[in-house]
């Protein structure tokens, strides 16, 4: 089902945050944890990782080890969600059964409505599977046309340092949750892209277009003009939750591909951005220090880019 976007006047977004669930599971628990106390018996970890090949059930177990989808989406929640759609190349877009797997789960936690956000055309979500799998789980698939400004609220950014305003697609604010759903993956100039980037795709593209400069993947100044920007920007958005396809993806020629394929099989799940980034950034090879972004987001006080502050638990599905 595909939803045009209406001028209506934009609902202020609210968070909302359901009763915590109870953990339960079979799958045989490898632990790991980077931080100096213990992870203790039903204690939500700071990241929840899932190693394995059925990415469906995968993302939900991801989900089900930081509590639960009902510890993020309440009863009758009106719930966007923001996949990476980017084109139709390997690696380059979420896959559609994580993508599935959210929407059922928001379901199951009693959504009213689950609402795929977008300002690509409907093509490309056609191209990569992503419409039919928003299709078969009864979600919305609402996409904004990239050219009519009045689509996009302008808002400012009160503590950017580059950018003072953005320009974010109305219907967002008219849900009560927020999930972000990025695919891990290279970005030419940055590096990397997932959880910290993904925000742009509810900035216009005539605003985003702002944070590239002419030299912008090949000059350092330019490049850590275009991650201040992406770090502003996540000061005023804000996921309850972030599920990131870290299953496989480029790692080179990002971020359209096509490209050198990485295929770690792993779905990242948690709340904090910049830890997940910085455990995300390491799937290619990098270190958080190496990604502009990540530092410019911690200095905003986005989040931990030290993993060895954070407790992580990983499971091999």
């Known amino acids: 089902m595909t939803k045009k976007i209406s001028r209506r006047s934009f609902i202020k977004k609210g968070s909302v945050l359901g009763a915590l669930s109870v953990f339960g599971g079979s799958l045989f628990d490898l632990f790991y944890t980077r931080s100096f106390g213990r992870l203790f018996a039903g204690e939500a970890p700071d990241i929840s990782v899932v190693k394995g090949a059925d990415y469906f059930n995968n993302t939900i177990k991801a989900v089900e080890m930081l509590g639960g989808m009902k510890r993020f989406v309440a009863k009758n929640a009106k719930v966007a969600i923001l996949p990476n759609s980017q084109r139709n190349n390997p690696g380059v877009f979420t896959n559609p059964e994580i993508v599935r797997a959210v929407i059922r789960m928001c379901k199951q936690a009693g959504a009213a409505e689950v609402n795929c956000l977008t300002w690509l055309p409907e093509k490309i979500w056609a191209d990569t599977g992503l419409a039919e799998a928003v299709s078969k789980e009864g979600a919305n698939l609402v996409v ?29 604010y008219k849900n009560d949750v927020f999930i972000t759903i990025p695919i891990s993956k290279d970005h030419a100039g940055n590096k990397f892209t997932a959880t910290l980037k993904n925000m742009m795709g509810l900035n216009s593209p005539q605003s985003n277009r702002t944070f590239h400069k002419k030299d912008w993947s090949t000059n350092p100044d330019s490049i850590a003009f275009l991650d201040q920007c992406i770090a ?11 599920i990131v396809d870290s299953t496989q993806f480029i790692t080179t020629n990002g971020p359209f591909g096509p490209g050198k394929l990485a295929q770690p099989q792993e779905i990242v799940a948690g709340t904090d951005r910049v830890a997940i980034d910085s455990y995300c950034c390491g799937l290619l090879g990098l270190k958080p220090q190496d990604i502009f972004m990540i530092g410019k987001a911690r200095e905003l006080g986005l989040g931990e880019m030290d993993l060895s502050k954070l407790t992580i638990k990983k499971v091999m599905a």
């Open 232 to 242: 502003d920007l996540n000061t005023i958005l804000e996921p309850d939750l972030c």
């Open 144 to 172: 904004a046309d990239m050219k009519d400004e009045s689509l996009f609220n302008t808002v400012p950014v009160p503590k950017g340092k580059a950018l003072k305003e953005a320009k974010i697609m109305r219907e967002f």
